[in-house]
């Protein structure tokens, strides 16, 4: 249709900038906040709840509108005014984070809730303007002849590659190239372009340059057999079918973030990866799956009126994945050896991007292509053509609100509670019991038969992932990250800032030494030369200064750096302060990690310390 194409352009557009907004947000947070998983956890929870607000909010009122594409365009405006006001707010945010520690110095955790809230509530403004997006313009198509289904999966499909592209050019070329403040003008210049170009297309419609809708024939031949609307599909349901679809795209929305943030996580640690690129690949793989899954659903399945049964299945095999996906996560860490071997033995910069979009297409790419059916398949069963925007607005709000709980537990609690494995499992089994339910629960067989043989399917379906979920060992990831270290494994312990080892290991002529790891990287050795180096670091600045009285150092580590700060009697006080607490947390009858004593040499020097939880 004349007009459609070009305003899928402006959506393509606008799914960039948003993307490239959220990596922005995440370096920047993860500067401000300080430990990466909550840093991106606060960015994509607030990213989908202003998503989904905005979904419902906007959603709603369009379908009273008679203008979409002029909401559509002050919509778009509005995101690049909010993101170029917000860089400005930044530095004041920041500011007041200082404030707050002075006042709640004391509280730790009660800082780092403040923090998280008040960055939560600085990106929702242009998120909420993001959400009203969707609704606005499929309602406009539906209304101009397209069917609800088949524009609901092409529009997001579009969105979506858009943010692909959005993520790969922010943490590859534009913030290298352009720096963050480059990055932040184009992404804002994005908005406004496809604000501008929305705006003149809407004049020129009310000029009279308005597209003929497409007969309502021809809508149903796209989404359904001939003489069976998708409105038909929607009212057999009733109001109670619809309303578990939605529950279930609100917990699909729950597993598939949860999911995203894990296997981020893992694969950052088998791959030893730093945020901003590990970050931008994972999310592009995640994001290109569901493009693919939307695309499948626009392709094959919409005009085959795909319903309760597909969304069922499709449920169990996200959760079939999740399991397996343990299994794959320890392989990928041969994957540089094999790259190195292919590029003639070196292992540079590209190499190591060729594994991470291997490894994370290995990991994620089949379960976001389903999790990419799912959404415009629950569309095409709960929105009606009367009132798309509405329907399409609670549907979003439903998956994105769910989405937003799926990062907060993950972030704040599974990891941290249960770690990486056990999160994993209970994740795999919330889909399965999605699929069970949803399955038993909506109408589709009238006859006893027909509902024993889906009693049998859901039963079976989720009693074979469950079944298999206690079939994998309870410490499998554990055992197999241990596995691929040499020397004997003395320390292992998991928390939300991350994976933290320490080996016992021989060296070439025979003697014993120590070895810490971070997140799969080492950071410290009790080797000679790691003895002078980290010792150094802490000699080094009083030597510098003329009259040194206190210390601060940054990460306990080893501990050496630390202890050799303590050693210069001018010193009256030495803080460190470290991120991870499971650096600190061992035995109190122990010594230190690299052989530092337990104790604290100085009267009023300190550090904190914290929980300890394992793979």
Same mark, same amino acid.
């Given at each position: 249709?004349?007009?459609?194409?070009?305003?899928?352009?402006?959506?393509?557009?606008?799914?960039?900038?948003?993307?490239?907004?959220?990596?922005?947000?995440?370096?920047?947070?993860?500067?401000?906040?300080?430990?990466?998983?909550?840093?991106?956890?606060?960015?994509?929870?607030?990213?989908?709840?202003?998503?989904?607000?905005?979904?419902?909010?906007?959603?709603?009122?369009?379908?009273?509108?008679?203008?979409?594409?002029?909401?559509?365009?002050?919509?778009?405006?509005?995101?690049?005014?909010?993101?170029?006001?917000?860089?400005?707010?930044?530095?004041?945010?920041?500011?007041?984070?200082?404030?707050?520690?002075?006042?709640?110095?004391?509280?730790?955790?009660?800082?780092?809730?403040?923090?998280?809230?008040?960055?939560?509530?600085?990106?929702?403004?242009?998120?909420?303007?993001?959400?009203?997006?969707?609704?606005?313009?499929?309602?406009?198509?539906?209304?101009?002849?397209?069917?609800?289904?088949?524009?609901?999966?092409?529009?997001?499909?579009?969105?979506?590659?858009?943010?692909?592209?959005?993520?790969?050019?922010?943490?590859?070329?534009?913030?290298?190239?352009? &720096?963050?403040? +480059?990055?932040? *003008? !184009? /992404? =804002?210049? @994005?908005?406004?372009?496809?604000? %501008?170009? $929305?705006?003149? #297309?809407?004049?020129?419609?009310?000029?009279?340059?308005?597209?003929?809708?497409?007969?309502?024939?021809?809508?149903?031949?796209?989404? &359904?057999?001939? +003489?069976?609307? *998708? !409105? /038909? =599909?929607? @009212?057999?349901?009733?109001?109670? %079918?619809? $309303?578990?679809? #939605?529950?279930?795209?609100?917990?699909?929305?729950?597993?598939?973030?949860?999911?995203?943030?894990?296997?981020?996580?893992?694969?950052?640690?088998?791959?030893?990866?730093?945020?901003?690129?590990?970050?931008?690949?994972?999310?592009?793989?995640?994001?290109?799956?569901?493009?693919?899954?939307?695309?499948?659903?626009?392709?094959?399945?919409?005009?085959?009126?795909?319903?309760?049964?597909?969304?069922?299945?499709?449920?169990?095999?996200?959760?079939?994945?999740?399991?397996?996906?343990?299994?794959?996560?320890?392989?990928?860490?041969?994957?540089?050896?094999?790259?190195?071997?292919?590029?003639?033995?070196?292992?540079?910069?590209?190499?190591?991007?060729?594994?991470?979009?291997?490894?994370?297409?290995?990991?994620?790419?089949?379960?976001?292509?389903?999790?990419?059916?799912?959404?415009?398949?629950?569309?095409?069963?709960?929105?009606?053509?009367?009132?798309?925007?509405?329907?399409?607005?609670?549907?979003?709000?439903?998956?994105?609100?769910?989405?937003?709980?799926?990062?907060?537990?993950?972030?704040?609690?599974?990891?941290?509670?249960?770690?990486?494995?056990?999160?994993?499992?209970?994740?795999?089994?919330?889909?399965?019991?999605?699929?069970?339910?949803?399955?038993?629960?909506?109408?589709?067989?009238?006859?006893?038969?027909?509902?024993?043989?889906?009693?049998?399917?859901?039963?079976?379906?989720?009693?074979?992932?469950?079944?298999?979920?206690?079939?994998?060992?309870?410490?499998?990831?554990?055992?197999?990250?241990?596995?691929?270290?040499?020397?004997?494994?003395?320390?292992?312990?998991?928390?939300?800032?991350?994976?933290?080892?320490?080996?016992?290991?021989?060296?070439?002529?025979?003697?014993?030494?120590?070895?810490?790891?971070?997140?799969?990287?080492?950071?410290?050795?009790?080797?000679?030369?790691?003895?002078?180096?980290?010792?150094?670091?802490?000699?080094?600045?009083?030597?510098?200064?003329?009259?040194?009285?206190?210390?601060?150092?940054?990460?306990?580590?080893?501990?050496?750096?630390?202890?050799?700060?303590?050693?210069?009697?001018?010193?009256?006080?030495?803080?460190?302060?470290?991120?991870?607490?499971?650096?600190?947390?061992?035995?109190?009858?122990?010594?230190?990690?690299?052989?530092?004593?337990?104790?604290?040499?100085?009267?009023?020097?300190?550090?904190?310390?914290?929980?300890?939880?394992?793979?």
């Amino acid at each position: 249709m004349k007009g459609v194409w070009t305003v899928r352009l402006l959506f393509f557009l606008s799914g960039a900038s948003a993307l490239a907004y959220e990596v922005l947000w995440t370096k920047w947070l993860t500067r401000v906040i300080g430990v990466t998983t909550f840093s991106v956890t606060t960015v994509v929870a607030s990213f989908l709840t202003g998503l989904a607000l905005g979904a419902a909010f906007f959603g709603g009122r369009i379908d009273r509108s008679g203008r979409p594409l002029r909401l559509y365009a002050w919509l778009e405006a509005g995101v690049a005014a909010c993101s170029l006001a917000l860089h400005f707010f930044l530095p004041l945010l920041e500011s007041s984070y200082v404030s707050l520690h002075r006042h709640l110095g004391s509280a730790g955790q009660a800082v780092l809730l403040a923090r998280i809230a008040l960055s939560f509530l600085a990106l929702l403004p242009p998120t909420l303007l993001m959400g009203g997006t969707l609704p606005v313009l499929c309602r406009r198509e539906v209304a101009r002849g397209e069917g609800v289904a088949s524009s609901l999966s092409a529009l997001y499909a579009i969105n979506t590659l858009g943010g692909v592209v959005g993520t790969l050019l922010t943490g590859f070329v534009l913030i290298g190239s352009l &720096g963050l403040r +480059g990055t932040l *003008l !184009a /992404a =804002v210049f @994005a908005n406004a372009l496809a604000g %501008g170009v $929305a705006l003149l #297309l809407d004049a020129l419609e009310r000029r009279g340059d308005r597209e003929t809708p497409t007969p309502g024939s021809a809508v149903r031949e796209k989404e &359904g057999e001939p +003489g069976k609307s *998708l !409105a /038909a =599909v929607v @009212a057999t349901l009733g109001p109670r %079918g619809r $309303a578990i679809i #939605l529950a279930a795209s609100a917990l699909s929305g729950f597993a598939a973030l949860s999911f995203e943030i894990l296997w981020t996580r893992a694969l950052g640690v088998f791959l030893r990866s730093g945020i901003v690129y590990s970050f931008s690949l994972a999310l592009a793989n995640f994001l290109l799956g569901i493009v693919v899954g939307s695309w499948i659903y626009n392709t094959f399945l919409a005009a085959r009126r795909a319903g309760v049964p597909a969304f069922s299945t499709i449920q169990a095999a996200i959760g079939a994945w999740g399991l397996a996906s343990v299994l794959v996560l320890p392989r990928v860490g041969q994957l540089p050896v094999w790259v190195a071997g292919r590029l003639g033995g070196e292992y540079s910069w590209g190499g190591w991007a060729i594994v991470w979009v291997l490894s994370s297409m290995a990991v994620m790419f089949v379960p976001s292509v389903l999790m990419g059916i799912v959404f415009p398949l629950a569309g095409g069963l709960v929105v009606d053509r009367e009132r798309v925007g509405g329907g399409v607005g609670t549907l979003y709000a439903a998956n994105g609100l769910g989405s937003v709980l799926g990062a907060l537990v993950s972030g704040f609690f599974l990891i941290p509670r249960l770690g990486t494995l056990q999160s994993l499992r209970a994740n795999s089994l919330l889909c399965a019991a999605l699929g069970a339910a949803a399955l038993l629960a909506l109408p589709g067989t009238a006859s006893a038969r027909g509902f024993r043989r889906r009693k049998v399917i859901a039963f079976g379906g989720a009693g074979a992932v469950t079944l298999a979920s206690f079939l994998i060992p309870a410490d499998l990831l554990r055992e197999r990250i241990i596995a691929s270290r040499p020397g004997t494994n003395l320390y292992f312990a998991e928390g939300a800032t991350g994976l933290v080892e320490v080996y016992d290991r021989i060296g070439a002529a025979g003697n014993h030494y120590l070895k810490l790891y971070f997140n799969g990287t080492s950071y410290a050795g009790s080797t000679q030369s790691g003895r002078r180096y980290h010792k150094l670091l802490g000699h080094l600045p009083a030597l510098l200064h003329p009259d040194p009285r206190t210390g601060l150092v940054i990460g306990f580590g080893s501990g050496m750096t630390f202890g050799a700060m303590l050693l210069d009697p001018r010193i009256e006080r030495v803080d460190c302060v470290e991120l991870s607490p499971e650096v600190l947390e061992r035995p109190p009858s122990s010594p230190g990690i690299m052989g530092m004593p337990r104790s604290i040499p100085k009267e009023g020097s300190s550090w904190e310390t914290g929980g300890n939880t394992s793979w």
